[in-house]
């Protein structure tokens, strides 16, 4: 078996995940940055939180077994849940951006493997963001995916 990374697939198997669910209908789920000029008021975004300083996945690799073959990869997707008020509603914002957590970590775990991109996957640390803007109140919950794979095509 030829060896491979699964995190693109991984990435792939969660924007379907989180696009599919009932519980985010509404919200609009992206697939990394997005060029777009059109102001969202409800989204989530997968592989990549916005932060100049991060890094939007890591992996590590470790041998699974005597054989060597396949490595066990273990890593983590990270997705942001961004919520941007019309009004100074800072409570309010909050509370929606963690109900998009609530939704996408149920979602998650509906489908534990992503699609079969892996083999278990989780919503792991998350943290708060929120801000005062001229657009009103701004929350984001930065979370991580934290995943768990074999190599292999």
């Not at 000029?37 to 100049?52: F, P, S, Y």
């Not at 991060?54 to 961004?82: H, K, N």
């Not at 957590?101 to 992503?114: D, F, H, K, S, V």
Request: net charge negative; proline share 3%; aromatic share 4%.
């Amino acid at each position: 078996m030829a060896w491979a990374s699964k995190l693109p697939g991984a990435i792939d198997g969660l924007v379907a995940v989180l696009g599919a669910s009932p519980g985010l209908s509404g919200v609009k789920v992206l697939d990394g940055p997005s060029t777009s000029q059109q102001t969202m008021k409800e989204v989530l975004t997968v592989g990549w939180t916005g932060q100049d300083d991060e890094t939007d996945a890591e992996s590590t690799l470790v041998t699974e077994g005597l054989g060597g073959s396949p490595d066990r990869e273990q890593f983590t997707i990270r997705c942001a849940a961004a919520v941007l008020r019309g009004t100074d509603d800072l409570p309010g914002a909050r509370r929606r951006a963690y109900e998009l957590l609530t939704e996408a970590g149920a979602a998650i775990a509906a489908n534990r493997t992503l699609r079969g991109a892996v083999m278990r996957a989780m919503v792991g640390s998350h943290s708060l963001a929120q801000d005062l803007t001229q657009q009103g109140a701004q929350v984001t919950v930065i979370f991580e995916v934290s995943c768990d794979a074999y190599t292999g095509a």
